[in-house]
């Protein structure tokens, strides 16, 4: 088999497996959350279909499938149609530069586990993806040709430019330490000392924070979700959508929740490291063999849950934020905030050496 | 064919088609979507020319911030029927012409010397678009430009604010009953 043959076939089969691992984990938050959201507010939550309700995200879907799709007479058609699929594709490629564990050695080639993990501008790939994401929700605002979607559109256009700065911000503390955009070297970086657990959050505790808040904003969720605030505007960017249409901006959103937690996992929790590296190899699980490369996925896999539910819990606990105090906090608390510590760590790394 | 080739061929097309459809479309936000894909499209260039720190900021800064913003200011204003803002021929529009023929002229000419469309990638040029190397250049052999285009932007910001402000100023200057 010929080299470009052989990545045509390894990239096909990673994309295919990623986009349904996305929709899957789409499908599994929903239920979570619905589950959840009963657990904290004290009902059973989906029991009626399939066991525990497990089946619920499906018979969800179907009913978005069946429904049907209402287009408003004075929308700008080509645009209101563009929205969903814009927003969905952006959520969907952020994924390309996501490492989901280190590598597996199949004959003489080795495998990563992601599309291009190894890409040295991945961080600031990420960053480009989710600042496009804001034309699907401002276009679906404006497309929309209603009052509470632009209102919606437009807030949440505001809301992600001035998040945006003090995300990338923060990250440019973990960006100095590591030395490197690149995310599978910077889940390096943090597997190489500390007995695996040379983590950013001990190293940027202040900067795990900001990103963590601002993460909460970039995402819409609860307690900045603003866009949608159902008391003064309806649904906000999608009010005017139906059927599966709104079922894409649904799932873009739970996508973006699952992007944000893999990021946080990534850049501050070591990502797919293990702990105890010399531990693994003592006991033959060397790195790029098959055992070694999913309990990497599982290490992944589990900081990726924990966010995920973290983003739920926070949801259903904190209240939502007055549209003053959001633009406040974005702008006079967390993004001074994320100077300083840009300014101590770059100070920390010129002084006294890594 | 080479595959950097069939994309440079797929993205020029694009890119063109999309930097006409910005001029010719008469509707605001069709332009500035165009104009928006059309820097995605550059982005993809720079790719086929190793320059993957150059493409992706051209997609934060250009279609991520400022093409953002656009929208969201044509988006407020509410523009009205784009038919009645068109104008006969003025003078302005004249040396506007005129500028851009020459334009035209000189980027054929500049196209025509060159004779091929084809170029060399060697290590050198591999390197240019690295994070280090761009870094290294403009903190280096360009740092007085760099410093400089820092305090045009410091200017724009102050500049900014003292437009933004002014309802402010005027308020304060007010005597204290018309507040109230």
């Known amino acids: 088999m010929s080299d470009l043959t052989f990545t045509l076939i390894e990239f096909g089969i990673k994309a295919a497996i990623i986009i349904n691992i996305v929709l899957v984990m789409a499908s599994v938050e929903v239920y979570l959350e619905r589950k959840i959201s009963a657990w904290i507010q004290n009902r059973v939550g989906p029991n009626r279909v399939g066991p525990m309700g497990l089946l619920q995200p499906i018979a969800d879907v179907v009913k978005l499938f069946m429904k049907e799709d209402l287009v408003p007479k004075a929308a700008f058609q080509g645009f209101h149609r563009l929205a969903p699929l814009l927003t969905l594709a952006v959520a969907i490629g952020v994924y390309a530069v996501i490492p989901y564990a280190h590598y597996v050695n199949i004959g003489e080639r080795t495998v990563y586990w992601g599309i291009a993990p190894n890409i040295n501008i991945g961080v600031l790939f990420i960053l480009a993806m989710t600042s496009i994401g804001v034309y699907g929700i401002t276009l679906a605002g404006w497309a929309s040709n209603s009052k509470y979607s632009l209102l919606g559109g437009l807030r949440s256009a505001a809301q992600m430019i001035s998040y945006e700065l003090s995300m990338g911000l923060s990250l440019l503390g973990v960006i100095l330490i590591a030395g490197t955009l690149s995310l599978n070297e910077i889940i390096l970086f943090q597997r190489d000392g500390w007995y695996g657990l040379r983590w950013m959050v001990f190293l940027q505790p202040v900067g795990f924070l900001i990103f963590l808040v601002s993460s909460f904003a970039e995402t819409n969720r609860t307690p900045f979700d603003l866009p949608e605030a159902e008391p003064e505007l309806v649904g906000g960017y999608n009010t005017e959508y139906s059927g599966m249409k709104f079922g894409m901006f649904f799932l873009a959103e739970y996508a973006n929740m699952a992007t944000a937690s893999a990021f946080l996992s990534l850049l501050y929790f070591g990502g797919w490291s293990l702990p105890f590296p010399e531990f693994w190899d003592s006991i033959g699980l060397i790195e790029g063999t098959w055992s070694r490369a999913l309990l990497q996925f599982g290490s992944f896999f589990v900081k990726l849950m924990i966010f995920i539910v973290f983003f739920i819990w926070v949801r259903w606990t904190v209240p939502r934020f007055r549209y003053d105090q959001l633009m406040n906090l974005g702008w006079k608390v967390l993004l001074p905030l994320s100077i300083i510590n840009l300014f101590v760590t770059a100070s920390v790394i010129i002084f006294f050496g890594l | ?180």
């Not at chain 2, 988006?75 to 038919?83: I, R, T």
């Not at chain 2, 040029?125 to 690295?130: E, F, T």
């Open chain 2, 1 to 180: 064919m080479a595959l950097t080739t069939i994309f440079f061929l797929i993205l020029s097309v694009v890119a063109i088609g999309t930097a006409i459809g910005t001029v010719a479309s008469r509707h605001p936000v069709v332009s500035a979507m165009n104009l928006v894909l059309h820097f995605l499209m550059l982005a993809g260039l720079y790719l086929t020319l190793n320059a993957e720190f150059i493409a992706v900021l051209q997609i934060l800064v250009y279609a991520g911030a400022i093409m953002v913003l656009v929208v969201f200011v044509i988006l407020l204003l509410n523009l009205g029927k784009e038919d009645s803002l068109e104008t006969g021929f003025t003078a302005r529009k004249g040396v506007a012409m005129t500028f851009g023929a020459a334009f035209v002229i000189q980027i054929l000419i500049l196209f025509t010397s060159a004779g091929s469309f084809t170029h060399e990638i060697t290590d050198k040029s591999v390197n240019v678009g690295q994070v280090k190397n761009l870094g290294y250049i403009l903190f280096t052999k360009y740092l007085f430009p760099f410093e400089y285009i820092a305090l045009l932007l410091l200017v724009a910001v102050v500049g900014a604010l003292l437009l933004g402000k002014k309802k402010l100023f005027l308020e304060r200057d007010l005597p204290e009953k018309s507040l109230k």
